[in-house]
């Protein structure tokens, strides 16, 4: 959880989080989406979008599923709602986001609703005594095809 989401966020997901990541975001500069069970209304999921370059490019990270939870379609349904949110509600005119190449199943996501790997050099993360290759990828406004999530 922490290499993905960096120290702000632990699961399951609580008010707290939430509310102090919202209020350092207060900025304008980023957009934020959680998503909750529609059975019970717990927390399932969370995604933000920060703005760059003046607002032409946006970013999509922090992008969390519960893991109990993982292989319902949630990351779909979150990941096409920021995105076609993020579109509608900007005037970015690039989405990016980086990837864990190790992590194919959100590569395959993200590929799958348009996103495609930039020619961006690879960038390495050292996580313990690791070291985590990443893949940038990014979705022009001009390219996506809203769908259903």
Do not use: C
Not at 10 to 32: D, H, I, V
Not at 73 to 78: F, I, N, Q
Not at 111 to 124: D, K, V
């Amino acid at each position: 959880m922490r290499v993905w989401s960096g120290p702000g966020f632990l699961w399951p997901l609580s008010t707290n989080q939430l509310r102090a990541y919202f209020e350092e975001s207060r900025s304008g500069q980023r957009l934020l989406w959680s998503a909750d069970a529609i059975k019970d209304g717990a927390l399932v999921g969370h995604a933000s979008l920060a703005l760059k370059a003046e607002g032409a490019v946006g970013r999509l990270g922090r992008v969390l599923v519960d893991p109990a939870r993982r292989g319902e379609g949630l990351g779909r349904a979150l990941v096409t709602s920021a995105v076609t949110a993020g579109f509608a509600q900007t005037r970015i005119d690039t989405l990016t986001l980086g990837v864990y190449r190790h992590n194919t199943a959100a590569h395959q996501l993200y590929e799958s609703i348009g996103f495609l790997a930039t020619q961006t050099p690879i960038a390495a993360t050292t996580i313990g005594d690791r070291s985590w290759d990443s893949i940038e990828m990014q979705l022009p406004r001009r390219s996506f095809v809203p769908t259903k999530a």
